[in-house]
C-alpha cells in the first residue's frame, strides 16, 4: 500500500490546486495549497513537506527557483508544471535537479506517476549522497590513521603492523573510534614538536 506524504502544490490557479488537492487525497496524500510563491516557501519551512509540485510562473517569482529556495532549509524532491513545453525552462528544472517535469494540463496518470518515480529518484539521490559523505569520511579517517602511525613508528620506535595494532588497542581500551584516537596522536604530535623548539 503506497504511503501517505505532504505535499505543497504551487499554482496561481484556484482549478488547478482544487484539481491537485482532489486527485492527490484520493491517492491518500495531504495536500496544502499555496497560490504563490511567498506562500509555498512559508509553507515548506512551516511544514517541512516531503515534495513540492509547482508552476513555473507563480505571479510574484519563479517557481524553479523558489523551490530550490525551499529546498536549502529542507531537503525534498520538486515536480515542476509549465502550461506549455519550453526547453530553456526545461533545462532549467534539470539543473536545479528537479525530480520530474510535467506540462499543462497534467493527466491524472502522469502526475501519480511523477510523485511516485519522483519519491523514489529523490530517496535514491539521498542515499547516493549519505553513501558518498560515508566514503569521503572514511577516506579522510584512513589519512589520519596513516600520519598517526607514522607518529607512533616514530616516537615509539616500532614496525608499523605493531604500530596499528597498538593504536587499536588503545582505542579499544579507551572505547573511542580509531579516526578519534589518530586525531589525539596528531594533537599531542603537534604539541611535542613546538615543545622540541622551545
Do not use: W
Not at 103 to 116: I, N, S, T
Amino acid at each position: 500500500m503506497p504511503r501517505t506524504i505532504t505535499i505543497v502544490t504551487a499554482d496561481v490557479d484556484r482549478t488547478t490546486l482544487d484539481y491537485y488537492r482532489d486527485l492527490l487525497s484520493r491517492l491518500g496524500h495531504q495536500v496544502i495549497p499555496a497560490d504563490n510563491g511567498r506562500k509555498l516557501v512559508e509553507l515548506c519551512r512551516a511544514r517541512r513537506p516531503d515534495l513540492i509540485i509547482t508552476d513555473v510562473n507563480l505571479g510574484d517569482g519563479d517557481g524553479i527557483e523558489l523551490a530550490a529556495e525551499a529546498n536549502r532549509e529542507h531537503a525534498m524532491p520538486v515536480i515542476v508544471v509549465a502550461s506549455r513545453y519550453d526547453p530553456e525552462v526545461q533545462t532549467r528544472a534539470r539543473i536545479a535537479r528537479v525530480m520530474a517535469f510535467l506540462v499543462k494540463p497534467v493527466k491524472p496518470e502522469d502526475l501519480a506517476a511523477a510523485v511516485d518515480i519522483g519519491l523514489a529518484r529523490f530517496e535514491e539521490l539521498q542515499l547516493l549522497q549519505k553513501e558518498m559523505v560515508a566514503l569521503r569520511q572514511s577516506l579522510e579517517d584512513r589519512k589520519l590513521l596513516e600520519r598517526a602511525k607514522g607518529v607512533v613508528i616514530r616516537r615509539v620506535g616500532v614496525p608499523e603492523a605493531e604500530a596499528f595494532r597498538n593504536l587499536r588497542r588503545l582505542a579499544s581500551d579507551r572505547n573511542i573510534k580509531l579516526a578519534e584516537l589518530a586525531r589525539d596522536v596528531l594533537a599531542a604530535e603537534e604539541i611535542f614538536a613546538e615543545l622540541d623548539r622551545l
